[in-house]
Nanobody, 126 residues
Framework: QLQLVESGGGLVPPGGSLRLSCAAS????????IGWFRQAPGKKREGISC????????HYADSVKGRFTISRDSAKNMVFLQMNDLKPEDTAVYYC???????????????????WGQGTQVTVSS
């Protein structure tokens, strides 16, 4: 059973940066499409970025495009989300998710993911 653990969240001022990590155990992420999602209080879970089994296959929500970068490290069995120029509206719990795939697909819909981490809180405030 694949297990995911996020880390790297915290409190940062507007304009700051954070790097979120998603560590996997119980499976090799090379065969999984990975997504990053976030959920703010009272709002729906939002897909913000995804990466296919080919690391060049990535996609970003318009709200984070140009500021966030998703990447994967096969040797470490981890996926990362570099977040720059953070804004107060980026405040949310951030989750990574994984889905076993047979093609190089990038999935932005949360309902298509089977495995989820527990989330890490990101707060952007001065």
């Amino acid at each position: 059973q694949l297990q995911l653990v996020e880390s790297g969240g915290g409190l940062v001022p507007p304009g700051g940066s954070l790097r979120l990590s998603c560590a996997a155990s119980g499976g090799t992420l090379d065969s999984y499409a990975i997504g990053w999602f976030r959920q703010a209080p009272g709002k729906k879970r939002e897909g913000i970025s995804c990466i296919g089994t080919n690391a060049y296959n990535t996609h970003y929500a318009d709200s984070v495009k140009g500021r966030f970068t998703i990447s994967r490290d096969s040797a470490k069995n981890m996926v990362f989300l570099q977040m720059n120029d953070l804004k107060p509206e980026d405040t949310a719990v951030y989750y990574c998710a994984a889905e076993l795939v047979t093609q190089n697909v990038c999935i932005m819909s949360p309902i298509d993911y089977s495995y989820w981490g527990q989330g890490t809180q990101v707060t952007v405030s001065s």
